[in-house]
């Protein structure tokens, strides 16, 4: 969650360190800090509470100036929100160090640093790498040598960039289990944590790999590998150049956030899983108290974030938590009973829902454990309002219709799902196979984007269609009704999902040579029951389209398909919502219709 920039430069690199935090805060934070060797007084440091903003007004009255320096916006883990836990952290005037991700062993280290006589200020695990440091550098190591041995004692995750004032001419950046890239520039290069920080200094990066340490000056970048062997890592050139709002080559922004999803679920998953185990201090600061305590779930939501609540309800009971999901409109005007220890969560992609803020303002009166929020927009009401917050990554979305969002959400919510199940016992061959899906999420939706030009020729036969519907079982219910939900928004076609079950209680009597039929066939315990539906559409004339999983064997007649590889079942879900946002947004197009900016639409609901 949190965001690293680190600039040498010939000139004052402060304004540089400060947009790039601002162009990262869309990761959630709480607070901001920095670190610059000042042309006259060495290494100096400012941090605060809040926003970055608040951190540049400190800048304001007591201006840094020096071309070596270092930021940081942080998210509370270890330690609650405040000016002494804020990065950068700092050894006496040895060393200054900004850091991302875990360490695990930190308590470990503490003592037996604090027992060599280094004192602490704050309550993080990165402090202990400042005096990490400090000793190595003590007993004569250089920067590059302390980072080496530092790195060789700690156990997590971690992303560094570490300056000293007495080695002004370069800094020594480290990766292990959270990414970090190096700007190229002219006569300068930087660090950080995500490209979009750089795009204002320059389009070229080198990307590092796991377990990289390099050292950064004004003329060149070295790069050693995990071994400690000099390696050559490729620069390459950022399509990105214009500001986050660019549609760039896309033709619509709903497309662009489409084939945004393997970048923002990897970023989503960035710091919170790592070697097959969940990182769940990265939830923040105050989430495993709370999590301890949680024996259900409540989940308040509306429009498509309801649905990947719908998502997460059989999740949850899978391991024995009970769950409820409800709309936020209809929850907030009734009386709920409240089960002792429950949690209420809400989801929401801006955090300004009226309905949902609503629902968890009264929820405070209801005695629910704790609030819980999931949410992309870190400066919202809701993250300000709740107890925990647990961020999604997909960046600001424009398109009206979400879709980067919904998958991200689905994705934090399987995150929630493992923290609640390891404390039902859950074994750690589980925990690795769980998180080993999670890790190859990204690239199996990468495959599924790779069926756009398929999918745009499935969406020709939608050109006269007024109706629509959308079948699912299990965990593919509420993906159908996202499915329907998709095309109804944007190519104003009627559209309805049920459960493919409740087809002969009702929705059968609607079905001929005229609707067309949408289903999603994961290779899962519910196919044969969904594939026996299906033959009652087929028997009615219906017209069906279906995307399956490769070892699926449909044994139907007149259908159009489209099979899925390599599908991981538990998070199915996920990927095969990609190809049914690609259907309605082709649809939408052929339909000539406002794809961005559907009729009657908003993008963030902040009214009843």
């Known amino acids: 969650m949190c965001g690293i920039v680190g600039a040498i430069a010939p000139d004052n690199v402060v304004p540089v360190l400060i947009e790039g935090l601002q162009r990262l805060e869309y990761r959630g934070y709480d607070s901001a800090g920095i670190a610059v060797r000042d042309r006259r007084h060495g290494l100096q440091r400012i941090r605060s509470v809040g926003k970055v903003a608040e951190l540049a007004a400190r800048l304001e009255q007591t201006p840094l100036d020096g071309g070596l320096g270092i930021a940081h916006t942080r998210w509370a883990t270890h330690g609650m929100p405040a000016e002494r836990n804020a990065h950068p952290h700092v050894s006496g005037e040895k060393v200054a160090v900004v850091h991302n991700g875990i360490i695990e062993n930190h308590a470990e280290l503490r003592q037996r640093l604090q027992a060599e006589g280094y004192r602490f200020t704050s309550e993080t695990d990165t402090e202990v790498i400042a005096h990490l440091l400090a000793a190595h550098l003590s007993r004569g190591a250089g920067l590059l040598e302390a980072v080496r041995a530092a790195t060789r004692e700690m156990v997590g995750a971690y992303a560094l960039a570490v300056v000293s004032p007495d080695e002004p001419d370069h800094m020594v950046v480290a990766r292990a289990g959270s990414p970090l890239v190096v700007g190229v520039g002219d006569g300068a290069n930087y660090i950080a944590s995500d490209v979009f920080a750089l795009l204002p200094v320059t389009q070229d990066f080198i990307f590092l790999e796991e377990g990289d340490i390099a050292e950064i000056r004004r003329d060149g970048v070295t790069v050693w590998d995990a071994g400690g062997h000099p390696a050559q890592r490729p620069v390459k050139r950022s399509q990105v150049t214009g500001a986050v709002a660019d549609k760039g080559p896309y033709p619509h922004y709903m497309l662009k956030e489409i084939f945004e999803q393997p970048a923002v679920i990897a ?43 719908l998502v997460a309800r059989y999740w949850l009971e899978e391991i024995g938590v009970p769950a409820s999901v409800e709309v936020a409109s209809e929850y907030r005007y009734r009386k709920a009973v409240v089960p002792e220890d429950t949690l209420f969560v809400t989801i929401s992609q801006s955090g300004e829902t009226a309905d949902t803020l609503a629902a968890l303002r009264g929820a405070r009166r209801q005695g629910y454990l704790g609030a819980l929020t999931i949410c992309n927009v870190p400066e919202s ?49 589980q925990e690795r196979a769980w998180v080993e899906e999670l890790h190859a999420l990204p690239r199996q939706v990468e495959v599924v984007l790779e069926l756009d030009q398929a999918i745009r020729d499935m969406a020709q036969s939608f050109g006269d269609k007024e109706h629509a519907l959308f079948l699912g079982r299990g965990t593919f219910y509420p993906i159908a009704l996202e499915g329907a939900l998709k095309l109804k928004e944007i190519s104003y076609i009627h559209a309805e999902a049920y459960p493919a079950g409740e087809l002969k209680h009702g929705p059968l009597a609607l079905v001929d040579e005229k609707m067309p ?21 087929r028997a009615r004339g219906g017209e069906l ?10 044994g139907l007649d007149r259908y159009q398909n489209l099979t899925l590889s390599d599908i991981r079942p538990t998070t199915a879900p996920i990927v095969y919502s990609v190809p049914l946002q690609l259907l309605a947004y082709h649809v939408a197009v052929l339909k000539g219709t406002d794809v961005d900016q559907p009729r009657n639409l908003a993008k963030s609901v902040t009214v009843e």
């Open 517 to 537: 039929v949408i289903c999603a066939l994961p290779d899962d315990p519910l196919l044969e029951k969904v594939l026996s539906n299906l033959q009652e559409v």
């Open 381 to 429: 009401s809701l993250v300000r309002e709740s107890d925990v917050a647990l961020m999604t990554r997909a960046g600001p979305e424009i398109g009206v219709a979400s879709t980067k969002a919904f998958t991200t959400q689905l994705t934090a919510l399987r995150l929630l799902t493992l923290a609640l199940a390891r404390r039902r016992g859950m074994d750690e061959a």
């Open 267 to 309: 970023e989503t998953l960035e710091g919170r899983i790592h070697k097959g185990r969940l990182l769940e201090e990265a939830f923040g600061h105050e989430a495993r108290a709370l999590l301890d305590r949680t024996r259900g779930v409540h989940i308040i939501a509306c429009g498509t974030s309801y649905h990947a609540g």
């Open 545 to 554: 389209f279906l995307f399956s999983d490769k070892t699926v064997n449909i």
